[in-house]
């Protein structure tokens, strides 16, 4: 009884795993194809709200785009998903982050984050090594919290649009940005 259990259990699984790896793969899909809708949404709003990143981003051999959530109590923590684009190649990379902190603050706030990149080596290095350490004092309610003016420094501008939360937070974070090996394949 022990072996026809264990035939059927086996038969089963063989059965199932293409099932298995096509839905993964399927998922993998419909992940790439959401990270994409939400980061020409948010490169739309930005320049709807933004005329001079507008005109910053016809400058621009690249950007990427990140949906993220941080929430703060003494220390702070959040993570998101995004896209790097090579404007030149059009190659995209499906990339993770992952942010924390310590200071004083109490909230959440959900929103977007854009990189302009002035070149194509900033934007490769950002997509190979992916590290940006901050140190932020901000004041968040609702939607405000928006940039407004636009530069590039050291190669990259930075934006961040704001969709809903309320944080009062000073502290001392770090953000890593990484491939996301799953997404990329």
């Known amino acids: 009884m022990k072996m026809r259990l264990t035939s059927i259990l086996v038969v089963l699984f063989i059965a199932a795993a293409p099932a298995t790896v096509e839905a993964t793969e399927q998922g993998r899909v419909d992940r790439r194809a959401a990270i994409d809708t939400m980061a020409w949404d948010t490169m739309e709003r930005l320049f709807m709200e933004n ?18 959530f941080k929430a703060a109590f003494i220390v702070s923590g959040g993570g998101g998903v995004g896209v790097a684009v090579d404007e030149d190649s059009g190659e995209r990379t499906y990339m993770k982050m992952g942010t924390g902190g310590i200071g004083l603050g109490v909230g959440g706030q959900s929103y977007q984050v854009v990189f302009l990149f002035e070149d194509r080596a900033t934007l490769r290095r950002f997509v190979d090594k ?13 939607t405000s919290g928006r940039n407004h003016d ?15 939360g309320l944080m009062a937070q000073v502290d001392i974070s770090g953000t890593k940005y990484w491939k996301h090996r799953k997404l990329n394949r």
Request: avoid cysteine; glycine fraction near 8%; charge should be neutral.
């Open 130 to 142: 992916g590290w940006a350490a901050d140190a932020s004092a901000n004041a968040v309610a609702g």
């Open 51 to 68: 005329d001079s990143a507008r005109a910053l981003a016809t400058h621009a051999k690249g950007w990427a785009v990140f949906d993220s």
């Open 150 to 164: 636009a530069s590039f420094n050291h190669g990259v501008a930075v934006f961040q649009l704001t969709n809903k």
